[in-house]
């Protein structure tokens, strides 16, 4: 099995992910296409021995997910392990807008990073910055949105599923939503479906290897 498609839970890290399957497997060398923060869960694609050299193909290739969005909220991790909370007034939205607002998203944005992220500043990852409680000025990074549609309403929680080229922070999109919506966002749950024309239905539970 060079290739796992691989169910992540949330709860634990990418890497915590792959250690766990070297574990079990007693496999040397592996790694991951595509890192998914401990807040998220679903498809992780692992590959062993020589077949890692074969994970960058992987990396290129569009991720598809269904993201749980707080309206009215604002952390400074954008999700919801962010300690420093705000709150903002909701509007009274119609599901139009809701629909207009994620449809102008459509395209390349140019947004600020999570300052929980690995892209470095200054040689460091700015999540070094972060937990040293060090102020500083998120990058902007260009991001494409491919689609986006909206799904469910509860409350002032929005369920949305994005199609995003590599390199897009779910994050960073749901706050720019709700910054068109008139308000503050952050993602509460996040679940990666499919990366290119694989599908997490593909997938293994990491339990059940």
């Known amino acids: 099995m060079p290739i796992l498609f691989v169910d992540k839970p949330k709860g634990i890290s990418s890497f915590r992910a792959v250690r766990t399957l070297q574990d079990r ?6 790694g991951h296409a595509g890192t998914l923060d401990p807040l998220a869960s679903g498809l992780l694609i692992v590959a062993t021995g020589k077949e890692t050299k074969k994970l960058g193909d992987f990396l290129k290739l569009p991720k598809e997910y269904i993201a749980e969005i707080r309206l009215g909220m604002a952390t400074e991790t954008g999700d919801d392990e962010g300690k420093e909370r705000k709150t903002f007034p909701v509007p009274k939205l119609a599901e139009e807008e809701i629909e207009l607002a994620l449809q102008s998203m459509k395209g390349k944005l140019d947004l600020p990073v999570p300052l929980y992220s690995a892209v470095k500043k200054k040689g460091k990852p700015l999540y ?7 102020e500083v000025e998120p990058p902007v990074k260009t991001m494409e949105v491919l689609g986006g549609e909206f799904l469910e309403e509860k409350g002032e929680t929005l369920i949305v599923k994005w199609r995003v080229g590599s390199g897009t922070y779910i994050r960073s999109l749901a706050e720019e939503l709700g910054r068109r919506l008139g308000t503050a966002a952050m993602v509460v ?3 990666r479906i499919a990366i290119g024309n694989v599908s997490v239905n593909q997938a293994k539970p990491l339990e059940d290897f």
């Open 128 to 134: 070094r910055y972060a937990r040293k409680g060090k």
């Open 189 to 191: 749950n996040l679940r």
């Open 25 to 30: 497997m007693g496999k040397e060398k592996m």
